[in-house]
């Protein structure tokens, strides 16, 4: 794999040098997990930073009464986590892979002094975490002011938005995750996610099987 093409993919480093890019794949580590395998836990040393080359990852939090919560789906393109960066902070949530992932591991350590070094990086930076915080800002007021059928709606379009293709006939979306999942994600019952995934299959609004989903978003209503 060439780790400087790959990198190059995340906007964190698209304007680098090819010098300057060369350096930050020198402390990248490939790493892999299949299906299922967890990449860390909440609660334990931070670590590293992922960069997510190809595959999905959930990131799961659990409340006081021992029930999971999935914060976030992640694909190819993304980093994680988003938080503890210049601190002695713990990871937020526990993270896996939802399917055969691909992931670049940078140290906590040597992250921390890249960004020190690259003050423009660290910028980038500073916007990426903007831009989560208006996501997650986004999040809870849908799951305020929305009902049932807007909360998987927004899911949607949220998930066509992040990781789906657009193709003549819609945008494809890679979506191998359960009505269970996603209920978990809107803060619905799995019933009613099947109820509302099955209306919008009869309205035309999605079409597919299994993992794989055509959205046709003017439908999406």
Do not use: C
Request: proline share 4%; aromatic share 8%; net charge neutral.
């Amino acid at each position: 794999m060439n780790v400087s093409q790959d990198l190059k993919e995340f906007s964190l480093f698209r304007d680098l040098t090819p010098e300057e890019l060369a350096r930050v794949a020198e402390l990248a580590v490939l790493r892999q997990y299949g299906r299922g395998e967890t990449i860390f836990i909440e609660g334990t040393p931070r670590e590293a930073v992922y960069f997510l080359v190809r595959g999905l990852v959930k990131v799961v939090k659990v409340d006081e009464e021992g029930r999971e919560h999935i914060v976030a789906v992640l694909g190819k393109g993304q980093m994680f986590p988003h938080v503890g960066f210049f601190q002695e902070l713990p990871y937020p949530g526990t993270a896996s892979a939802i399917e055969q992932t691909t992931v670049y591991a940078i140290s906590t350590r040597a992250f921390d002094a890249l960004l020190r070094r690259h003050p423009p990086i660290a910028l980038k930076l500073l916007r990426v975490l903007a831009d989560r915080i208006v996501q997650l800002q986004a999040k809870l007021q849908e799951l305020a002011v929305y009902d049932s059928r807007e909360r998987v709606v927004a899911f949607l379009r949220h998930f066509a938005e992040e990781q789906g293709r657009v193709e003549p006939e819609g945008v494809r979306v890679h979506l191998p995750i359960t009505h269970a999942e996603i209920a978990q994600m809107v803060g619905l019952r799995r019933e009613s996610v099947n109820r509302i995934w099955n209306q919008l299959r009869r309205e035309g609004a999605i079409e597919g099987e299994r993992d794989t989903w055509v959205i046709h978003l003017e439908r999406l209503q």
